[in-house]
């Protein structure tokens, strides 16, 4: 048993092949198991995350570019979702997937999205000085901070981005510091990444990056230089941002619903909530994240060994603790309520960043490069893995089957709520397109009128697809999509005014091809598409982005290719030149 201990400790000391083979080997048993299942679980966001991979990876299929409004999905009314809720970071993971069904498709993303950020960092912590074990220890510490909810498929891509993200920011300013130019484009693509998925989680980073920024700068002796490079990144984020960029400016044209208000004070982090994510709490009420208590052993553990930690890890986790009082209910976040900084909508958001920053600590502190240490680090994040991806995996099995025959009759569910905390989906649900019309959301959507009452009416009777013809209700519509084209069938022929159940957005292209000659687009006072026909049973709206839109994606694209091929380029010739 010696021989094989100090077998697999010699490895991992000294092998970046062996480590690299064991990570994605955890990877796929850690968060594989659902690729194992024919039926998910599909509690709290699973459902909107689901929707949005069904619905680019249909315009991969047609071999067009994603749209910026949802046809395919949230109840088929061209919802503006991908152009506030960025996608790009996301496209060529569901391009990768695009072969598999629906269900496999979701987890197999996280597991290759998983396994690319845990390699990187494995990397990048070397980079900062940490030894190969540490580096390995700390990898495998972060997979504890990622809970899918095994069985349940809750996937947070873009809080994602900043376990793998985040450090290589950092690391990529302390080198631009030095003059290293190549970490240039590191920096810009590692924020550029985070932004083109999860805007918030890039605008609570970059805010604590350019701290780090600001520390670095005024104790550099090269200021001029170091201006100079930030600068440049800056201006390559844009490049790689673009598509990005141009959604939300293109869709900013209208006054949209914001983001749902919470109330930023029920949203705060405390003691008692950071010990009860940690007793396997029920699947059933309000969900406390597993990383709370990730954070309350991490501060434990940091705690005990303050006296070994030198005076720059002190300092980190001094700043830890501080950002754990700030999110707490001891700061006054109801005076916040009606600034910029409820856009955040949780200051519990921060936590996934108050987590890496104290990793940092352990990848870097020489105390920590001591095995027995980084034994301990590695089983406890193992267990805790394995404990938070099966959590409750009793009471999940025993749940009912998501009555799909009700999809038939009404697209929009209002019972959905319940069908989602309490019901399993089997694939055939997910291959079928009704489902994903099942649900849309109160957010980027035209605001007509301040007046909340008439919002919620007009919204509702575009949810419900309401046809009026001269102001009154056409029954009997029938909705279809046929790649980037929408189109209604009515039971008789239809003349005059017809406000159509698709929401109008200014910085979308809409053309009326129901008949040779093309019909003029009006906005109703819905906010919707409104045309003029006469005596017609079909109406048929092609939709499609703007070519400046079109053309940012294709600038990104290409900018996105050059960076990785010169990343493969420089990895090879460094291979050549370590060789000799």
Not at 77 to 90: C, D, E, I, K, R
Not at 159 to 165: G, H, K, L
Not at 423 to 431: H, P, W
Request: aromatic fraction near 14%; charge should be positive; glycine fraction near 2%.
């Amino acid at each position: 048993m010696n021989i094989y201990n100090k077998v697999i400790r010699n490895k991992i000391n000294n092998s970046n092949v062996f480590n690299e083979i064991v990570i994605i080997l955890l990877v796929v048993l850690l968060f594989g198991i659902p690729m194992m299942q024919n039926s998910m679980t599909w509690r709290t966001d699973a459902y909107f995350h689901l929707s949005r991979i069904f619905d680019i990876n249909n315009y991969i299929k047609n071999f067009n570019i994603p749209l910026i409004v949802n046809l395919n999905t949230f109840s088929e009314t061209g919802q503006a979702v991908n152009g506030m809720y960025p996608f790009y970071s996301l496209t060529p993971f569901i391009l990768l997937t695009t072969w598999l069904n629906p269900m496999k498709q979701y987890f197999a993303i996280n597991i290759i999205y998983i396994a690319l950020g845990s390699i990187l960092n494995y990397f990048v912590f070397q980079k900062m000085g940490s030894n190969k074990a540490q580096s390995f220890s700390a990898v495998i510490l972060i997979l504890s901070f990622i809970n899918i909810f095994s069985f349940s498929s809750f996937s947070l891509q873009g809080v994602w981005s900043i376990y793998f993200m985040f450090p290589m920011a950092i690391l990529s300013i302390i080198k631009i510091n030095n003059d290293n130019l190549w970490y240039i484009l590191l920096l810009s693509a590692s924020i550029s990444f985070m932004f083109n998925m999860h805007f918030i989680s890039a605008f609570i980073s970059v805010l604590v990056i350019g701290m780090f920024f600001i520390y670095v700068f005024y104790n550099s002796k090269n200021k001029i230089n170091l201006l100079r490079n930030a600068v440049i990144s800056a201006i390559l984020f844009m490049i790689l941002s673009l598509t990005t960029i141009i959604n939300l400016i293109s869709i900013s044209k209208d006054k949209l619903q914001g983001l749902e208000n919470f109330q930023l004070s029920s949203g705060t982090l405390n003691l008692e909530q950071m010990i009860h994510s940690l007793t396997n709490p029920s699947i059933f009420g309000v969900s406390i994240p597993s990383i709370f208590g990730s954070l309350l052993i991490i501060d434990i553990f940091l705690i005990l060994c303050w006296k070994n930690l030198n005076h720059d890890s002190q300092s980190v986790v001094i700043i830890g603790l501080f950002f754990q009082l700030i999110i707490s209910p001891y700061f006054p976040w109801d005076l916040l309520q009606k600034t910029p900084v409820s856009i955040i909508q949780f200051p519990t958001r921060l936590v996934p960043l108050i987590l890496m920053l104290l990793v940092l600590v352990i990848v870097t502190d020489k105390f920590f490069n001591n095995m027995k240490i980084l034994k301990g680090i590695i089983v406890l994040s193992l267990m805790l893995t394995l404990s938070f991806q099966t959590s409750n995996i009793v009471d999940k099995a025993k749940f009912n089957y998501f009555p799909s025959n009700d999809i038939l009759f009404d697209h929009y569910e209002k019972n959905l709520f319940n069908y989602r905390e309490n019901t399993k989906l089997t694939e055939y649900d997910l291959l079928n397109p009704i489902f994903y019309r099942l649900k849309t959301y109160p957010e980027y959507i035209p605001k007509i009128t301040n007046n909340k009452t008439l919002n919620d009416k007009y919204s509702n009777s575009v949810n419900n697809h309401i046809v009026y013809a001269n102001d009154k209700k056409i029954n009997n519509v029938k909705v279809t999509v046929n790649n980037n084209v929408i189109i209604y069938k009515f039971k008789n022929d239809i003349s005059g005014k017809i406000d159509i159940p698709l929401w109008s957005y200014k910085g979308v292209d809409y053309l009326d091809i129901s008949r040779s000659k093309y019909g003029n687009i009006h906005t109703s006072k819905r906010n919707t598409i409104q045309v003029y026909s006469h005596k017609t049973n079909t109406i048929k709206i092609r939709v499609s982005n703007t070519k400046l839109v079109n053309i940012s994606y294709l600038i990104t694209t290409i900018s996105w290719a050059i960076l990785l091929i010169s990343i493969f380029i420089k990895g090879i010739y460094q291979k050549k030149v370590n060789k000799f």
